[in-house]
């Protein structure tokens, strides 16, 4: 139960952090000539570097219309002679690439093979870099209705 909130939190929170991308784009869009952008979002996990977050931002400037779609992290895809879940495409290249900047690179070209799309940029979110980012903007509050109790055998 605990993971399942965590991860819906995260992507909540990711999404509200994609959203302020957006405000950025639209001030840079109007001073380029380019006015429709594409980018991939990932949030990394701890343990494995696993994109546990996948978010592909779409922005035109002339219409000053956004679509934000989550991709699955269970997807099934095909790389480099595997087939396996579409989370798992960072970790892979980042253990053959040996360099997170091409590991994203490699896992932004694959899923834009998948969709049929290209993206102009792409930025993987860590924890810490996520959990900073909440920080730096005093927090996020939640109201539960009821208290939320978790015990765990670790602490």
């Not at 400037?61 to 579409?86: F, H, M, W």
């Amino acid at each position: 139960m605990k993971s399942i909130f965590k991860v819906f939190f995260t992507a909540v929170l990711i999404g509200a952090l994609a959203m302020q991308a957006l405000n950025t784009l639209t001030v840079f869009a109007k001073t380029a000539s380019q006015t429709k952008f594409r980018y991939l979002v990932c949030g990394l996990d701890d343990a494995a570097e696993n994109t546990d977050i996948l978010i592909m931002l779409s922005y035109d400037a002339g219409s000053n219309e956004a679509a934000v779609l989550q991709i699955p992290r269970d997807t099934y895809c095909r790389y480099d002679g595997y087939q396996n879940k579409i989370n798992l495409l960072y970790s892979h290249f980042r253990r053959t690439e040996n360099s997170s900047k091409l590991a994203m690179k490699r896992t932004a070209d694959i899923i834009g093979e998948i969709f049929g799309v290209s993206f102009d940029g792409y930025v993987a979110v860590t924890t810490e870099a996520f959990r900073d980012a909440v920080d730096s903007i005093g927090g996020v509050y939640v109201n539960l209705p009821t208290d939320f109790v978790y015990e765990s055998k670790n602490t």
